[in-house]
């Protein structure tokens, strides 16, 4: 059979379904894969800093989780495959700088003991307690809450503050309070659905899982490029960069009309059309959802409602030499404070030299990442490139007493880059793909449905691949 696949974005998830529909559909599918910016990769990317490669989006992918790893093996990747140091994550708790404790959940504790130390003898207390309450009453029907309250009723502020806010906003760039309970904490909401009477026990239960020896996360030793790179020259599509597609209209027949280029005369490409017999989006909720405006209103309005959180990466190169925290790195949360009283402007930082061995090299520069941007709170994300550099040099040097002059700087600003997982989000998700999936020929994918991170993301682009192939393959 012939077909041409049009792929909207080129993100992970858009690759994805044009490597795995050439996979499914051969050499006779013509594949157009449109890029609205001038790279391709969306939240993968990889820069030179200070002459070596430093991935300045997501740095790595939860190896614990199959998709992921099964896709760089598939494609030839493993030899490439890499996993962090024994270094431990640390969190700013209270005024000082402590190991991220076990036993917890995303910072949610199945016992007392392993916050201890952490919180205060109060806040302490208040874990203790918390199996004693009353049973956690969900809404029946598989009905969601907002993560935060639930937490704070149970915990109180402290635990919330100190500890889960800071590891949820390394996900999510938002905290606990605007997340849904079920899909930001699926295998907590699935613990109380079994029958756990207290968040602890949930928390107890889930954890068994999560003391495997397998490493969590893996990476790439030249960097999350070489998985883009590989997947556009595995899916044979043809890339259009720098066009953004404004429009989709369904044709009398059945098939698609995508028109191309900025609204303005001025920026129409020189094909301001194209024509496909089947369409993949793989586009952040709100472009998705304007596109979808006319064909499918119910589902483009859904989308509508998914809000996004920006944020930046400051990468830093330190003279060789430079005396690094040994933890691989440092989450900050919104209630600590600076010395002098005023909130710290980095929500985190990566030493990527202690991380990843690759990194670390005899009288090379030490690279580490600073990460800026919080939901609804841009702070520091207002400021100009120098401005935003030297607060995050200021933090770096109040927190580790690292003031070092960098050989090398590099800000990456990643706006609108993360979706929030608001409470009833899985509930939104299911309808828009009901809808969508009632439109022959449409497929829909990315980080605004079933999890931010790339194994979440191959997921939903290998199911839309597989759908749109069997209705082709049936089509022809």
């Excluded at 093996?73 to 190991?99: F, K, N, Q, Y």
């Excluded at 003991?113 to 207390?125: F, H, I, P, Y």
């Excluded at 005396?323 to 929500?347: H, M, Q, V, W, Y």
Aim: hydrophobic fraction near 45%; charge should be neutral.
């Amino acid at each position: 059979m012939s077909a041409h696949v049009a792929v909207v974005g080129g993100g992970i998830s858009g690759l994805t379904a044009a490597y795995r529909l050439r996979q499914l559909l051969g050499e006779s599918v013509t594949i157009t894969v449109c890029e609205a910016t001038g790279s391709l990769g969306g939240k993968l990317r990889t820069a030179t800093l200070a002459g070596r490669s430093l991935d300045v989006g997501a740095e790595a992918f939860l190896a614990r989780r199959p998709e992921a790893l099964d896709l760089v093996r598939e494609i030839g990747l493993d030899p490439a495959l890499t996993h962090p140091t024994s270094a431990r994550s640390t969190v700013r708790a209270g005024g000082a700088s402590l190991p991220i404790p076990r036993g917890t959940l995303m910072g949610i504790p199945g016992s007392a003991e392993s916050v201890t130390g952490l919180l205060s003898a109060g806040g302490v207390r208040a874990v203790a307690a918390e199996a004693r309450l009353p049973p956690v009453a969900l809404p029946t029907g598989g009905g969601d809450v907002a993560l935060g309250p639930l937490l704070r009723s149970r915990f109180g502020d402290e635990l919330v503050d100190r500890l889960v806010d800071p590891l949820l906003g390394g996900v999510y760039a938002g905290g606990a309070d605007g997340l849904g309970l079920r899909a930001s904490m699926p295998a907590l909401a699935a613990a109380l659905d079994a029958g756990a009477s207290s968040l602890s026990a949930a928390v107890a239960s889930a954890l068994p899982a999560q003391h495997s020896a397998a490493p969590v996360f893996a990476a790439l030793t030249g960097g999350m490029e070489m998985l883009v790179e590989r997947l556009v020259r595995l899916s044979g599509a043809r890339v259009r960069r720098g066009v953004p597609v404004r429009a989709l209209r369904r044709r009398p027949d059945g098939s698609w009309r995508l028109l191309l280029g900025a609204a303005a005369p001025a920026h129409a490409p020189e094909d301001p059309e194209l024509d496909a017999d089947a369409v993949v989006l793989a586009l952040p909720a709100p472009q998705a959802g304007r596109l979808l405006t006319e064909v499918e209103p119910e589902a483009a309005a859904e989308l509508g409602k998914i809000e996004l959180a920006s944020m930046a990466v400051v990468s830093l190169a330190l003279p060789p030499g430079t005396e690094l925290p040994p933890a691989s790195g440092l989450l900050i949360g919104t209630a600590e404070r600076r010395a002098d009283g005023t909130a710290f402007a980095t929500k985190a930082f990566t030493f990527s030299a202690r991380k990843w061995a690759h990194l670390r090299e005899e009288d090379a520069p030490l690279p580490i990442r600073g990460s800026v941007g919080r939901f609804r709170d841009p702070g520091a994300l207002r400021a100009d490139d120098t401005e935003l550099l030297r607060l995050v040099r200021r933090d770096l040097a109040e927190l580790t007493g690292v003031d070092a002059e960098p050989v090398d700087a590099l800000i990456t600003r990643w706006g609108g880059g993360l979706p929030q997982y608001g409470p009833g989000h899985n509930d939104r998700v299911e309808r828009v793909e009901r809808t969508v999936a009632r439109i022959r020929g449409l497929e829909i994918t990315g980080a605004a449905l079933h999890g931010v991170g790339i194994p979440a993301c191959i997921a939903t682009a290998d199911a839309a691949a597989n759908r749109l192939a069997a209705e082709l393959g049936a089509a022809g």
